[in-house]
């Protein structure tokens, strides 16, 4: 997991719930560092540098689309 890359960072662990699910139902490896300490202690968040999602750079373009969908869910037609 030491070539695994940073490709975002969230202040709250809420904030990952739904994006794990989309990662599990792709198969795309990836971990949240920082994840359980700011789950005990919330307010270090800013010392620690958030939560980072981390993944393997060959999965870079898959999650960037998925995250991209998250931050614009709604479609008018």
Same mark, same amino acid.
């Given at each position: ?13 809420? *904030? ?44 870079? *373009? ?16």
């Amino acid at each position: 997991m030491e070539s695994f890359k940073t490709i975002a960072i969230f202040n709250y662990q809420h *904030e990952t719930v739904v994006l794990k699910h989309l990662l599990e139902q792709e198969h795309i490896p990836y971990y949240f560092e920082n994840e359980m300490t700011l789950s005990v202690v919330p307010m270090y968040t800013s010392a620690l540098g958030g939560i980072k999602l981390r993944i393997h750079p060959n999965d870079f *373009e898959r999650v960037q689309q998925i995250l991209d969908n998250l931050n614009n869910p709604l479609t008018i037609v």
